[in-house]
């Protein structure tokens, strides 16, 4: 790919501006909770079947279509979506805003304990920057699978299908206060989606009001939640177009759609990513915990029945602050543990990688190096370089997933903080893949943008 000639002046700061956004036309489509669908990326190929199946004008249509046996250059998933998101917008299956708009957006959910918290955010488009310009951070990894997926949609459909999720510091409250009036108001539409989630959304139109957010966020810097490779796919679809355009004025690839919440309210739901280890070999089984006591000392957790796996998860939250520590469930024994590191943090030395501290410390990096990589040898060069490590989101599903067969050892982690989140970021590096989990995610169909309008 050629490399993008210098073009469109951007500013030292983290644009965000209101745009004329999609929406399903309520004559059409009265119940918008048949037609939302999770992000992609989350969505297992029989969910992907059943919303195919739901409604003929769900949006999984446009972001994570089914592939047909047949398909080929000219007729695949992507020139599918394409064409569909033509068809939609002419026969009035999808409106544009009138004018350009933020989308207010209030989730209340179910959260780990059990308590209905709520997440407030919004619904706006960014200025596309490179990371290396510190306005816009990422905090994962990413593959390179998914960005040529996204990359192939995006060029069939020119359009941002489903909001990537940024976070951003709003200590002084002035953008939640900014944002106060709407809230305030009878929402414009509202959903309950498959997991109970209420989804309320306020659409703000008014001029001073979306020129007050835009002037908000002048000088903040944006974190990526969820979407890395989303992001990453739209910075390299900028750059292939300006090389192709040439120079010229602002273009609507410059910019992307995004739910913007602040970290004290994005802070609140943020989820561990659990890890189900299959295909050890019989050695590593037998040596297991020999081998995990020369780094951890390591507590079996006591108590009848479904008691043992509570008692895990709020010892390991128990332990200092300033030491590793993780669950451990063994389901040949039906044992519960925790495992607690020997040295306080950060346990990975710096002799071992150049990477920061703060990123040495993390609970995740430690569990991926320390433990699956040097103690279980689960690498390409490895001893179990064919086991298969299984990510499970939150701590309820995972809990009830140890009955489940399958599996030879299940790694328990308390969830990432934000401090950490933005620490790593801020030292200009990406956390392991799967660190984290930030919950609910914003829906796919709530909103779209056309690179049209």
Not at 245 to 251: E, K, R, T
Not at 255 to 260: A, S
Not at 429 to 447: A, D, H, R
Request: hydrophobic content about 35%.
């Amino acid at each position: 790919m050629p490399a993008a000639p210098a073009h469109n002046f951007v500013k030292k700061s983290s644009e965000v501006h209101a745009f004329r956004g999609l929406r399903y036309n309520p004559d059409v489509v009265p119940e918008l909770s048949r037609v939302v669908a999770p992000p992609y990326d989350i969505i297992s190929p029989s969910r992907q079947k059943y919303y195919h199946e739901r409604h003929p004008y769900n949006a999984i249509r446009l972001d994570f279509g089914i592939s047909l046996a047949g398909d080929d250059e000219e007729n695949n998933r992507y020139t599918r979506a394409s064409a569909q998101l033509q068809e939609w917008l002419q026969a009035e299956i999808l409106l544009p805003e009138p004018k350009p708009s933020v989308y207010c957006l209030r989730e209340e959910y179910k959260s780990e304990n059990g308590v209905i918290a709520a997440r407030d955010g919004f619904i706006a488009m960014i200025r596309l920057t490179d990371f290396s310009q510190g306005r816009v951070l990422p905090h994962e990894e990413t593959a390179p699978g998914p960005k040529a997926d996204r990359l192939k949609l995006m060029e069939s459909t020119e359009a941002n299908l489903s909001p990537i999720f940024c976070i951003y510091s709003d200590p002084d409250g002035i953008i939640s206060e900014t944002l106060k009036p709407a809230y305030e108001t009878s929402p414009d539409l509202q959903l309950v989606d498959d997991a109970d989630t209420r989804h309320s959304l306020w659409i703000v139109s008014n001029d001073d009001a979306c020129a007050g957010i835009s002037q908000a966020f002048a000088e903040k810097t944006l974190y990526i939640a969820d979407g890395h490779h989303r992001y990453e796919t739209a910075l390299a679809y900028r750059d292939a177009r300006r090389a192709k355009d040439g120079p010229g004025p602002d273009q609507p690839y410059d910019y992307m759609m995004v739910y913007l919440s602040s970290m004290g309210e994005a802070g609140r739901s943020i989820f561990p990513i659990h890890r189900f280890v299959s295909g050890l070999t019989p050695e590593t089984m037998q040596r297991l915990s020999s081998s995990l006591e020369e780094y951890f000392k390591i507590d079996e957790v006591s108590g009848n029945g479904s008691d043992r796996q509570q008692n895990m998860i709020a010892m390991m939250k128990e332990q200092p602050a300033d030491q590793n520590s993780f669950g451990l469930y063994l389901p040949a024994t039906d044992s519960y543990h925790v495992l607690t590191a020997r040295q306080p943090r950060p346990m990975i030395s710096a002799e071992k990688t150049a990477r920061s501290a703060a990123y040495r410390s993390l609970d995740v990096a430690v569990l991926d190096r320390v433990i699956l990589a040097d103690i279980l040898g689960v690498t390409p060069e490895g001893p179990n370089a064919n086991a298969k490590v299984r990510f499970v989101e939150r701590t309820d599903k995972a809990l009830e997933e140890t009955s489940q067969p399958g599996f030879q050892v299940a790694f328990f982690i308390n969830p990432t903080s934000m401090q950490e989140i933005t620490a790593v970021s801020e030292a200009g590096e990406k956390m392991p893949q799967k660190s984290t989990y930030f919950y609910p995610k914003p829906l796919t169909g709530m909103v779209f943008r056309s690179y049209l309008y």
